[in-house]
Structure formats: structure tokens, C-alpha cells
């Protein structure tokens, strides 16, 4: 069975949406949790009944959002060093952190180390599409000034997760550029086009509204433009949906009209709210990391549970080293 | 009184929208349109009261979205080019062209020549914030590989614009980076940092979402990147939208409840719609240029009109040419 290490103390409201998003996972899916924390803090917030189906390694240090991502390497009784060193030794296959995630990122690149023929991981988000799927998008912040070879890396290892994750039998493959014609782009993507051509599934370049029209299941860009790409998605759904709240409130008509859209409103927010897909996959390592959102409640713990376990069971990490072996052997 | 020479047949949708926003202007503000195209194509949409009041160079060729920006300088006889030359040679005082807007850019820049000491002009674009009002961002789109001294003189343009045109005393200036703190960014915005620091209004990294919490009034950033953002932008917005139409059409209840918030979503589309803004002055060159959006309703190019005058009224070139000029005498 799968086992999961998860850091019980890494998130902005402490362990209590972490316990509880691992004990609704449990009652849906079998697989053994280690969590690591305060015994005095997360014992009293888990049911009697699921006390021995969890394990607990004990520690009191948790990397604050405060601290610089280098001291991580140093604090071994922290509790994000502790859960990478469970995956390290074997005693898990994954783990999940909605801690510090330069920290999480950092640990697992260097205590896991990299996967052979990978030079960076890469961090994994979901944009959901018109067509109500999901777009890969990486990386989108793991790195910043990516060369044209780490492009080329992510798309591959996107693929993967598309394929043995998500079940994309013959994934479509983005780069990200500033228009779609092949003359567009920037140094490093022109010679990122070069490279990726005539590889299984890709399409050329793809524009930033192109990941949320479904014509491509996987987009590659450096960690800084996706880490922009991604805040700024956020920052215009969160704009557009405090413009409608503040409409609503100023007009009493309104206020009718936007309880009989309750469920359209309640609909949308699944679509686009993150706690409905878990977590970042830092992809690229050996073994597995799921980097959450510090504010992640229990859903969305529930879920980057779940795609921990996907990503082991799936076999994920095999997949990349035989793709970027043939990619190898062919260029 | 301000001329403005106006590319008549560009637009996606011919001249039609062109000549009615002109004509729209026209009754609010005192100006001489000079409209560029074919006359017997322009002339049926003039209203017979209008026709002494405005001015038509004719011409046929027209350079199409299909066309590539380079032809732009060869093709001396396009609405473009001419209209280029009519600022050039003094007879307008600022171009508005719905045309290909590579060619508009590469035409402006070439002919009219680049302000001393600006090494590339920048698109501006404007964003919605939270609060009501707008944020420049540049450069959305006519560099890519921008250096830390360009993205300096983004800021300083942009600064000059947000204070002459908008009214906003002391503008305040962000970075555009993948975090907040001094030690994010990649190499280039990192010393584009260390550039900017000291400089009036200079408040630092801003992230994704921070283009529209209103924190900051004009946002600098390589043009492959903000094209990505606006893009981005445009991408999230119309699949909310879209998602909220095709939920309504499945629920009669929504049905009426969409009725009842129909002056919200009039509202929204309002603080959202390009055409409210006009389109996107390309700073930096000697003269004045505002690049329209292809799709340019009536509205929108009205608008637009309206910034190329406020462009040339509130002497924005001199602003910047003083403002380089200090900023380059301090460092």
C-alpha cells in the first residue's frame, strides 16, 4: 500500500485542515499516512477509530512562511526535512507539504535529488479550460531564467503526468509564447521551438489565452512567466467575483438575481477554486512532492493526498526516465 | 487644435466603426480627424454635416493581418505608412490605426524616430483594479528580451504618462516579479531593481495579482511577459464569462436570475471592456501613436481618438524627454 508522508503543521491554519483532509482521505482510499508534527497537537484532532491507521513522527520545529527557503537544509527536525527524509529512506513513497514551499521545493530537489537526465524539477499547476478540463501548465516557480534544454524537460515530463495521471492517451504540447506563429517568442523560446520539434504531440506556440481554451493539455514555460501567468489568473477571478459581490450588495434587484444564481455561482467556484485539485506536483524528482497552498483547507489536503498517491501508483517517475531517454537518443 | 491622422480601413471590421467613432469624437471634442483610406468607401459613412469638418487622404492599399510587419515599410502607399508620414511631416499631430499592429509599431518607430534617450518604446495597456480605477502596465507587446535599462525607461515613460495624462501626481511604480521581496525576480528584473531603487514612486517587485489590487499605478515588465499577462487577463475573463452563460442556459431559474443582475454584469463587462479605454499608445517615439485592437468597435476607436488627443494636450513627450534626462544625470 502507498504510503504518504505529510507535514501535519506546514499550513497557514495549522494542523487542524491537514488531519482532517488525511482522515476523509483514508475513509475513501486505502493507503497509510505518516504524519509528521506535535503528537500533543494532531492527536486530539483525530477520531478515535482512525488512531492506529495513522502513524505519527513526532517533531516541534515547522519552517515559518518567514524563513529563507536556504535555512530548510540546515533545521533537520523540521518538520518539512523530516517528511523528504521519510521519502529518502524508503519509509514513504510521497509526500505532501502545504508548508513553506520554497523549503519543500529546495529539500526535495537536493535531499531526493533529480531524476537522471532531469537538470530542474519543475512545479506543476491545473488551469481549468472552456471545456471543462484541466491544462497543464510548467513550471510556474520552481525556476527563474530557464534555458531552452529545461523547456524542452518540462514538456516531456508534463506529458507524463498528462498521460499515466490524467489519462491523456496522447497528450497535446504547448510553449508558451507572445503569439502563435513560430516567428514569435523570445530567445529562449525560439530555441526551445527548435528543439521540440517534430516531438509527439507538440503543437508550436500557444498564447496566454490559449490555457484556458482547452487546445492543449500541457504548456511549458519558465517558473517566472508561469508563476506570473498563474498569480495573475488568480488576481482577475478574484477581481471579477469582488466586482459582481460588490454590485450585488448596492442594488436589491440584484441581490434577488444573485440567489437564483447561487448554483451557477457555486458551480463556477469548483471550476475554478484550487482546493477542488490539491496541490503542485514538483515533478523531476526522485520520488514524489506535492507542494500545497498554505491556505489550503481540508479539501484541498484531501486532494493533494489523492494525487500523491496517484502519482505513485501511476508509476510517474518510470514513465519520464524512459521519455527523456528516447527524446536523448533521437536528438 | 490637435490633429489626428486616422487609419480609416485597418479594422477588422472595415471602415465602417472607424469613421463612426471618428464622427462620435467629433461631437464631443473640438479636433481635425484626417481619416486615411479609400474615399469612396469613407464618404457614404459621413454624415453630410460632417463631411467639411473632416479631412480624407486617399489611398488604397491596405497592409492585413496576414501580412508581415517588415512589408510595412516597403508598402509606401498602405493607410499606415501614410498616416505615419502625416505626423512625421508635421500635418497631424498623432496617429490612430485598428490596423496590423506590428506594422503600426515598426512604422512609428522607424519613421517618426525614437525620443533621445529612449532605446525602445513600449505598448501601454491599462488594467481594471478592485478599486475602481486603472493601472498602466508596459510594455504588453512591442519588445521582447528587454534589458534592466529598458524596463528603467518603461518606468519612467509609464510614470510621465500615469501623471500628464491620468492626473495622478505622484505615480507609483512597480516591478513586475514572482514574489515581492528584493531577492525574487530573474536576472533581468533583478537588476532592473537595483536600477529603479531611489527613483520617485519606485515601490518595488509587484506580483500577478497585485496589477489589480490597485497598489501600484504603472507596472513595468519585458513585452513578451506582459503580452502573456494580458493575454492571460483577457483568457480568464471570457472563460468566466462563459462558463457563467453556458450554466445560466442549462437552469431557468438562472435564467431569471441573469435578468435581475443584468446591470451587474453591464456594469462588470463596462469596467472590463477594452472598448471603454480606447486603445494602446505606443510611448517613446517622437509624436504621438495609439495602436487599436483589430475587433475596435465604434466606441472603442472614439476612444481611442480622444487618448491620442489627450496624448498630444498634455505634452507627454517633453515630460518624458525632462524625465530621462533627470534620471540619466543622477545615475
Sequence with gaps: MVKIAIDAMGGDFGPEPIVKGCVNALKKKQFIPILVGKKSEILPLLPKRYRDKISIVETDDVISMSDAATDAVKRKESTIYIATELVKNGEADGLVSAGHSGATMTLATIRLGRLKGVSRPALVTFMPTKTGGKSILLDVGANVDSKPEHLVQFAIMGGCYAQNVMGIKEPSIGLLANGEED????????????????????????????????????????????????????????????????????????????????????????????????????????????????????????????????????????????????????N
Tied chains: 1, 2.
Design 183 to 330: 516567428s514569435k517568442g523570445n530567445e529562449v523560446t525560439k530555441a526551445t521551438y527548435k528543439l521540440l520539434q517534430g516531438y509527439p504531440g507538440f503543437k508550436g506556440n500557444v498564447e496566454g489565452g490559449d490555457i484556458f481554451n482547452g487546445s492543449c493539455d500541457v504548456i511549458t514555460c519558465d517558473g517566472f512567466i508561469g508563476n506570473l501567468v498563474l498569480k495573475t489568473s488568480e488576481g482577475v477571478a478574484s477581481t471579477i467575483s469582488g466586482l459582481i459581490k460588490d454590485y450585488i450588495r448596492k442594488s436589491p434587484i440584484a441581490i434577488t438575481g444573485a440567489l437564483l444564481m447561487r448554483k451557477v455561482f457555486k458551480l463556477l467556484k469548483k471550476q475554478i477554486d484550487y482546493a477542488e485539485i490539491g496541490g503542485a506536483p514538483l515533478i523531476g524528482i526522485k520520488g514524489c512532492a506535492i507542494v500545497s497552498h498554505g491556505k489550503s483547507n481540508a479539501k484541498a489536503m484531501e486532494n493533494a493526498i489523492y494525487q500523491a498517491i496517484s502519482y505513485v501508483d501511476n508509476h510517474v517517475n518510470d514513465h519520464i526516465l524512459e521519455e527523456l531517454e528516447k527524446y536523448n537518443e533521437i
